[in-house]
């Protein structure tokens, strides 16, 4: 078997065997041999052991294995004998050179060391005669130092009774310099001589230099509580006194009250503040960038205070805690004026500078009173005045909008109607969508400042923008409620409509209302929505149980709720005011005595003037919408084309019971069909709202005409005027198959109420209407 056939684990295995078996003890003596037992029954694996016994070896291996397998075991033992000669050989080999490279070592020693002892003996010599000289110098030199060092003990001794005796006049040259730490120095450093010799040698020295001390503790606490020193000459005067050993305990009171009266002129000055914001955003005025920025009064007004803090807790240890409330009462104060600030219109640039000042002021009190905790005291305090920031950027801008609304208002009060309301929806739609980016841009930056008190408070920023957006566009719909002249049970700011109170709503700002309303819902929300999912996503501050601060659909279904009530309100309203006239018209005359007709009655040249006017208000708001003509779309208006033959069938009849029975079942019949295609839903278009209008002006006109009884005269004078209002109201229409039938219905009920229901002969009412229309071209040439 060849040595490179051997798999690398057994021949490592054999090779530490080999090495055991060569440095090992005798094999008589190990635990195998001990332990090992005649008994145990002998394995071809045995061969590496140390109770291997050859004899047991053979026969097993003979009984075991055939003829091949012998010869095979036999060949493989010599190649392994083989490879044990070789490896023994090299770990001979190895040892051989180990063992001379170890005995040249010891030789080059051995050589090394016998020159070395001599060197140490020479060494040694002349160590003990440098010792033997320094001991002579030392004897014939120790009268003399004796002699020297007591002489400078008493040059010292004399030095410092030079000092006493010049003490008090040292005390007088400091306090004509008001160099009183100096003095104090001084003072002190004589202190034990005057406590060992101040009755005897040192008397007078003594009691002058108390005499000037005592000048020098007056004019400490004279300075101490002195209006005109600083907060911390104040302080230093009062470290002075505690090391002249005066009972400074009973200042603490009044020191701390300097320091509390102190609070008022570090209280930050929003006037500067917006200035030096003014500034810092003027190009103009902010220099150059490499020049070192002085510190602001304020600044060095906060270093000073909080220097006094900490000189005040140096000679009051036990003064924590009234630090504390004094630091917090600042940090308080500071955002009492912020919130104030708040209250007017600012942007997030401002608050920012202001947010930055204060923050600066806790990190230098946190620097010299870290028991205060005032970044954890101060985040409080910023989140209510961030959290008020917003709900005034939400309120300002409400307020833009009423703004813009409320001009319109004005407008229409005082009669300036040209394109005024135009001008006052796009003025809205800007206030809401251009207002509403520029307070998420806004609110942005407050999201991007790297401020400490900010980035702690970024998720509630999120929920606090979303959530106001949220209440602001419900406060939007009750805005429009409100201006509307509609009840809202929210509650509602009044500064934003006032003067609307108690006056008389105007339809066009109704309409604008309604189309305003629609904006929001197909514009305005999903922009914000967008915006808001972009930067302003994340925040979940917000308990689970209140649900998500933002739902754009709810919002979107309230405002398209609004916006069809308040086109349908603004429909009622025009509606109305048409029907006062029309209810004038039927009640003044008496109808059973009219003349004969000569003319169309002014009632409708009034109406034509109504409709007029609306036209002019919804194209100035509404989009133009598509004619439709619904003569063959229907069955209400297909039969009410087919009976106007026999309508005027039965018109040209005698007044007969019969007859107007059956006129009677024929309207009703047709009145009950065409119901449901006569009103359809209105849509946010010019002719779909003038055509509701008309519709309910001549549904309202057909019940006044039910509450009327006519002669002959007064039902040709209804047939005349509704025959002329014809073509001019199919014109401004949309559903002329639907007016066609109304129309129709105000002259069958007319004749129901007719006591001689005879119409006028066709061309006597073709003359009638021309001579309505010369006479309208003659007034208005222009027109014709």
Not at 81 to 89: A, F, H, R, S
Not at 206 to 225: C, D, M, P
Not at 432 to 446: H, I, N, P, T, Y
Not at 452 to 468: A, Y
Request: net charge negative; proline share 4%.
């Amino acid at each position: 078997m060849a040595v490179d056939d051997v798999p690398l684990d057994d021949k490592a295995k054999r090779m530490r065997d080999l090495l055991s078996s060569f440095y090992a003890p005798d094999p008589s003596m190990s635990p195998q041999n001990n332990n090992s037992s005649p008994s145990q029954p002998a394995t071809l694996d045995a061969i590496n052991t140390t109770s291997f016994n050859p004899d047991q070896y053979m026969n097993l291996l003979a009984q075991k294995s055939n003829l091949e397998g012998l010869l095979q075991r036999h060949v493989e033992m010599a190649a392994e004998i083989k490879n044990l000669d070789t490896d023994l050989q090299m770990l001979v080999y190895e040892n051989y050179n180990k063992f001379i490279s170890a005995t040249d070592t010891i030789k080059r020693m051995k050589s090394n060391i016998v020159g070395m002892e001599a060197n140490m003996e020479h060494l040694l010599e002349k160590i003990m005669s440098v010792q033997s000289r320094s001991d002579g110098v030392n004897t014939s030199l120790f009268e003399k130092r004796e002699h020297i060092e007591k002489l400078h003990r008493t040059r010292n001794l004399l030095r410092k009774v030079q000092f006493i005796y010049d003490l008090p006049a040292r005390l007088g040259k400091c306090i004509k310099s008001e160099a009183y730490a100096d003095a104090v120095r001084y003072y002190t450093g004589a202190m034990p001589i005057f406590k060992a010799y101040g009755d005897s040698s040192f008397q007078d020295c003594k009691r002058a230099s108390e005499e000037a001390v005592t000048i020098i503790i007056k004019n400490l606490q004279g300075k101490l509580f002195s209006d005109s020193e600083s907060i911390q000459a104040r302080a230093e005067a009062a470290v002075l006194l505690k090391q002249l050993n005066f009972p400074v305990d009973s200042l603490q009171a009044k020191l701390l009250e300097k320091l509390e009266q102190s609070l008022e002129e570090l209280q930050l000055k929003m006037e500067e503040v917006a200035n030096a914001s003014a500034d810092s955003n003027d190009p103009s005025k902010q220099g150059n960038i490499s020049e070192a920025v002085p510190p602001t009064a304020h600044e060095t007004s906060v270093r000073e205070f909080a220097e006094a803090v900490r000189a005040y807790r140096v000679i009051f240890p036990d003064s924590d805690e009234q630090l504390t409330k004094l630091a917090q009462a600042l940090v308080t104060k500071h955002f009492e004026s912020t919130e104030q600030y708040i209250k007017n219109r600012i942007c997030a640039a401002d608050l920012l500078h202001v947010l930055g000042i204060i923050w600066k002021d806790v990190l230098l009190m946190d620097d010299v009173l870290p028991e205060a905790a005032l970044p954890d005291y101060s985040l409080e305090a910023a989140r209510v005045a961030v959290k008020q920031y917003v709900a005034n950027a939400f309120s300002h801008l409400l307020h833009d909008i009423s703004d813009a609304l409320m001009r319109a208002h004005n407008k229409q009060k005082e009669g300036v109607e040209e394109d005024s309301l135009q001008v006052a929806l796009e003025a809205s739609k800007k206030a809401v969508l251009q207002g509403s980016m520029d307070a998420l841009l806004d609110f942005r930056q407050l999201l991007d400042d790297s401020l400490g008190l900010l980035v702690k408070l970024r998720d509630l920023i999120v929920d606090w923008v979303q959530e106001g957006f949220q209440n602001f566009f419900g406060a939007l719909d009750d805005l429009f409620l409100l201006l509307s002249g509609r009840n809202s049970s929210a509650p509602h700011d009044n500064s934003l409509t006032d003067g609307t109170q108690g006056e008389k709503v105007f339809a066009g700002l109704v309409l604008v209302l309604a189309q305003l309303s629609l904006f929001v819902e197909q514009t305005a929300i999903p922009r914000i929505t967008e915006e808001i999912a972009a930067s302003f996503s994340g925040g979940g501050v917000r308990g689970y149980e209140y649900g998500p601060p933002f739902v754009p659909g709810e919002i979107c279904r309230i405002f398209h709720s609004a916006g069809e009530k308040l086109l349908n309100l603004y429909i009622n309203m025009r509606t109305q005011r048409v029907s006062i006239l029309l209810k004038k018209r039927f009640t003044t005359p008496n109808w059973v005595k009219h003349k004969e007709p000569r003319e169309v009655h002014m009632f409708v040249d009034l109406f034509l003037h109504e409709l007029e006017s609306i036209g002019s208000e919804v194209k100035q708001i509404l989009p133009q919408g598509l004619r439709k003509h619904r003569r063959n779309d229907s069955n209400g208006s297909t039969a009410s084309s087919r009976s106007n033959p026999l309508r005027e069938e039965k018109l040209s009849r005698s007044n007969t019971q019969r007859a107007r029975s059956q006129l009677l079942e024929t309207h009703l019949a047709k009145l009950f069909k065409q119901k449901v295609e006569v009103f359809t839903k209105v849509e946010f278009t010019q002719e779909s709202v003038i055509t509701m209008v008309v519709k309910l002006c001549l549904k309202s006109l057909q019940e006044f005409v039910r509450l009327q009884t006519f002669n002959r005269s007064g039902f040709q004078q209804i047939q005349l005027d509704i025959q002329f209002l014809r073509t001019p109201v199919r014109e401004a229409v949309e559903d002329e198959a639907a007016i066609d039938f109304l129309l129709d219905e105000v002259i069958v009920a007319a004749a129901d109420r007719c006591l001689d229901p005879n119409p006028l002969e066709p061309p006597i009412l073709d003359k009638l209407i021309q001579a309505k229309l010369a006479k309208a071209r003659e007034y208005s040439p222009m027109s014709s």
